[in-house]
């Protein structure tokens, strides 16, 4: 599934750039493009963010 069209961009691509270390939805701006076009995606770059730092947590805390 595309998280962003406007760059053909997929959220398991989004989802692995934030496992490698973008943390900010400049950093997948820079990384793949992805929100720099019309913006309607950027709220869900945000939730993926939010979605896999948050695993990320809760994988380092078990
Ligand atoms: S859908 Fe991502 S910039 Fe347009």
């Known amino acids: 599934m595309f998280a962003c069209i ?3 961009v997929r ?3 989004i989802r ?4 490698d270390g ?4 400049r950093h997948v701006a ?3 493009g992805a929100g720099t076009s019309c913006g ?15 695993a990320q ?5 078990a």
């Open 6 to 8: 406007c760059k053909r």
């Open 11 to 13: 959220e398991c691509e």
């Open 16 to 19: 692995s750039l934030i496992q």
């Open 22 to 25: 973008a943390r900010t939805k």
């Open 30 to 32: 820079q990384a793949c």
């Open 40 to 54: 309607m995606c950027v709220r869900r770059i945000g939730d993926l963010i939010d979605e896999e730092t948050d």
């Open 57 to 61: 947590a809760l994988s380092q805390a």
